[in-house]
């Protein structure tokens, strides 16, 4: 069985910065994109960034320019480093897998569990 167990939310000042990070655990297995969302309060899930096999990033146009997705393949971790942020950055931080091939079986899609990020103006 594979998890997303993400860590790095808290509180931070406007400008300041954090990291998240999001590890996937489970038995050997490969994954084709990994990627951040958020949702905050009476708003819908939205795409924060993602990394897609071979490299390819997409960004929410909000945040271009501030935020930064990677990817430690040999430790199937993403990473999102945020900088400058913003008030109407905070939200829940959801960690997502595509495509996650295990020897026995081929996952479509994992969440992790979110993880806070608030910040204060």
């Known amino acids: 069985q594979v998890q997303l167990v993400e860590s790095g939310g808290g509180l931070v000042q406007a400008g300041g910065s954090l990291r998240l990070s999001c590890a996937a655990s489970?038995?050997?297995?490969?994954?084709?994109?990994m990627g951040w969302y958020r949702q905050a309060p009476g708003k819908q899930r939205e795409l924060v960034a993602e990394?897609?096999?071979?490299?390819?990033?997409n960004y929410a146009d909000s945040v271009k320019g501030r935020f930064t997705i990677s990817r430690d393949n040999a430790k199937n971790t993403v990473y999102l480093q945020m900088n400058s942020l913003k008030p109407e950055d905070t939200a829940n931080y959801y960690c997502?897998?595509?495509?996650?091939?295990?020897?026995?079986?081929?996952?479509?899609?994992?969440w992790g569990q979110g993880t806070l990020v608030t910040v204060s103006s």
């Open positions: 997502n897998a595509k495509r996650i091939t295990t020897p026995t079986y081929t996952y479509l899609e994992l």
């Open positions: 489970g038995t050997a297995f490969s994954i084709n994109a």
């Open positions: 990394l897609r096999g071979g490299g390819n990033t």
